[in-house]
């Protein structure tokens, strides 16, 4: 029923696919998610929207590969079919012109900030667009975040601006205006990133991912503390104002299940580890790599 479409592997670990679901993509809005099983014995797994089509009728995903779904995700071929997938869910970003906005992003988070840059562009705002990733060929659609933003600055970890939050600090110490900030990635980053604009008091909206269940505000899995209360984020969120999120409460409760985990991917890995081994992933040019990151590249680092 939810059959893939397209298949990428974008860059180690991160895969990109494209499902057949009309009704999502005719309602889909920047921020929400989907949360999709492989099988019927699958668990849900909650996964942003990286695009949609309406006409088409699709929608795009792009997942780390971490754990067991994750893995049993990412070795389905082009042409399989999801048992289900539900959305779009959870509240949509808040887009209004804002002004100048900056929209820093890393690993997976990369997916759900094109279609947030476009939507700002839509309503006349200046999008500065930072990418992080752990060297060169960890970044991904620099291509596609060009075309969408006023500009693009990659950090790789390198030289003086390293990562997305040394960017957002040198930015606000440089006295440009910047009216709202929006990040997307690992919970580290995110937390680092509120943590550097925090002194500006400047709006950090963050999009959370901690452990979810039905994803429709029943179990009470998803709960995180903002502002001293407690949040689904599957309802009131995933966005939330970074500087009131309670990060070491939502790291906490993320490794929760980690032994469980554990045991679950090594149960399944020594079942299935020929299908990680099958399609490996292509290595990267290193040429087309340097190209890629060189323009708009930040830190001193130039070897790809
Ligand atoms: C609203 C929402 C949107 C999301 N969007 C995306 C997305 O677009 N792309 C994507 O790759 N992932 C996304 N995630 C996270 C994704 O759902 C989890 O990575 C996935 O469910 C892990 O399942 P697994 O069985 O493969 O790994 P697990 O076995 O569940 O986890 C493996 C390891 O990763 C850690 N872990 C699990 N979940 C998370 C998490 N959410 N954040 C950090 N560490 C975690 C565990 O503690 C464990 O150590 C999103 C989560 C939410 C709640
Ligand atoms: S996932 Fe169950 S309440 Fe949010």
């Known amino acids: 029923m939810y059959e893939m479409i397209k ?9 990109f696919m494209r499902f057949s679901a009309p009704k999502i993509a005719q309602t ?4 929400q998610f989907v949360i999709l099983r492989v099988d019927e014995k699958g668990e849900r797994i909650p996964m942003g929207l990286a695009g949609w089509d309406a006409d088409e009728g699709t929608i795009d995903i792009v997942f780390y590969v971490l754990g067991t779904s994750t893995a049993k995700l990412s070795t389905l071929p082009e042409g399989a079919s999801l048992a289900n997938i539900a959305g779009p869910l959870g509240t949509p970003t808040v887009v209004e012109k804002f002004g100048r906005v900056i929209c820093a992003c890393g690993c997976f988070g990369i997916g759900p900030t094109l279609p947030l840059i476009r939507a700002l562009k839509e309503k006349g705002n200046e999008v500065i667009t930072v990418v992080e990733g752990r060297g060169p060929d960890f970044v991904f659609w620099i291509d596609r975040l060009k075309e969408a933003s006023d500009e693009v600055h990659v950090v790789t970890g390198c030289g003086k601006t390293a ?18 900030i929006f990040v997307h990635g690992c919970p580290f980053m995110m937390k680092v990133c509120s943590e550097a604009s925090k002194p500006s ?27 001293g209360k407690t949040k689904l984020a599957c309802v009131d969120g995933p966005d939330f104002p970074g500087h009131e999120v309670n990060w070491d409460g939502l790291v906490i409760r993320l490794r ?8 679950s991917f090594n149960i399944w890995e020594r079942e299935n580890w020929h299908k990680l081994t099958a399609k490996p992933h292509k290595p990267p040019n290193p040429d087309k790599l340097r190209e890629r990151v060189d323009d708009g590249h930040r830190g001193a680092c130039t070897s790809a």
């Open 7 to 15: 298949k990428e592997n974008l860059v180690p670990n991160i895969v």
């Open 28 to 31: 889909a809005l920047p921020g």
């Open 163 to 180: 990562w997305a939050n040394d960017f957002i600090a040198e930015e606000l110490e440089s006295g440009r205006k910047v009216d709202r």
């Open 256 to 263: 929760q299940m980690i032994p469980e985990e554990d045991l």
């Open 201 to 227: 008091g400047i709006e950090t909206i963050v999009s959370l991912t901690p452990l979810m269940v039905d994803g429709t505000g029943m179990c009470g899995a998803c709960r995180v503390e903002v502002g």
